[in-house]
């Protein structure tokens, strides 16, 4: 199963001047298509009752209709355009209340047109990133190491990757300070993404990890953040996927389990199954077949 991107810490907003409807297009653009559809579902349904009652208040007003439930339905055929059967605007107040009606379905109608194109159309990269990041030492070097899977069939082309530590470091008058620092890796580019990608950062002396253990990290509330970007070769638009890893997910002297695997007919194909497999360094696991 897909890992999902790990949100960099909570952070709770406060006294933004911002108001949040002018971010309400990326707050729906960004929820998940459940969440989406039901906010638009529950808008609908709350604009259908408030008309219903306003109809109901015109106390017959509306030709063939009898009670809460005829006044909703009615309320429903005109927020939806669809045309009237046995019911039908009497007075000047329900023409009025119908025209009224009749334009917010349309604006609501073409709102949710475009959000909801924009959502199927955005690309994205399903990256499964591995649950747990490894430290451990091969040929002499101490190495940190993650990796990723491209879970879909397609390829991401010039894909780059990019390893960030970020800590909190006091100065020497007391100020905490959050700072950021770039890690080197073994190869940042990756000209074709296609089956998985093992990232490695070496910690040398000029690492900013060089003898900093778990416990240190835990301290200084450090948190590795992996960024990818590439160009979607079905869209040809950029793509990207981040995670986070926190002290307590990496794992010592281990390394990732094979994943990649060869048919009897030569072709190479990834086994997702064993993505997140740890065996101890040292250890031969079986050949994939």
């Known amino acids: 199963m897909a890992q999902r991107d790990r949100p960099l810490g909570n952070v709770e907003r406060r006294n933004v001047r911002r108001a949040i409807w002018s971010e309400l297009y ?4 960004d929820r998940s298509w459940w969440l989406l559809l039901g906010s638009f579902a529950g808008v609908f349904l709350l604009a259908i009752i408030v008309f219903a009652c306003l109809y109901l208040i015109g106390s017959g007003c509306v030709l063939g209709a009898h009670g809460f439930a005829d006044h909703f339905f009615f309320s429903v055929q005109t927020m939806s355009t669809i045309g009237y059967g046995t019911m039908s605007p009497k007075t ?8 009224l009606q009749a334009f917010a379905g349309t604006l609501f109608i073409a709102v949710v047109t475009g959000l909801v194109f924009s959502k199927f159309a955005r690309p994205t990269a399903p990256v499964m990133w591995s649950k747990n990041i490894v ?3 091969r040929d002499g070097k101490r190495q940190l190491m993650f990796r990723m899977a491209n879970e879909r069939a397609n390829q991401i082309v010039e894909a780059q990757i990019r390893l960030v530590l970020a800590r909190t470091e006091v ?3 007391g100020e905490r300070l959050r700072r950021f620092f770039d890690l080197s890796l073994a190869r940042d580019r990756n000209v074709l993404f296609v089956l998985s990608w093992t990232a490695v950062h070496y910690i040398t002396p000029d ?4 003898g900093v253990s778990t416990e240190d990290m835990k301290a200084a509330n450090m948190q590795l953040i992996c960024s ?8 040809a638009q950029q793509v990207h996927s981040r995670h986070a890893y926190e002290p307590q997910d990496i794992v010592t002297d281990h390394r990732f389990a094979d994943i990649i695997g060869t048919t009897a007919d ?4 990834v086994d997702y199954a064993r993505f997140d497999h740890l065996v101890p360094m040292g250890t031969r696991t079986p050949e994939i077949v």
């Open 26 to 29: 990326h707050l729906l653009i």
């Open 92 to 99: 000047l107040y329900a023409h009025l209340l119908v025209t």
């Open 135 to 137: 430290l451990l030492e």
């Open 171 to 173: 100065t020497s008058d």
């Open 207 to 210: 690492s900013p990890l060089h």
């Open 228 to 235: 990818l970007i590439g160009i979607d070769e079905t869209f």
């Open 266 to 269: 030569g072709a190479r194909y």
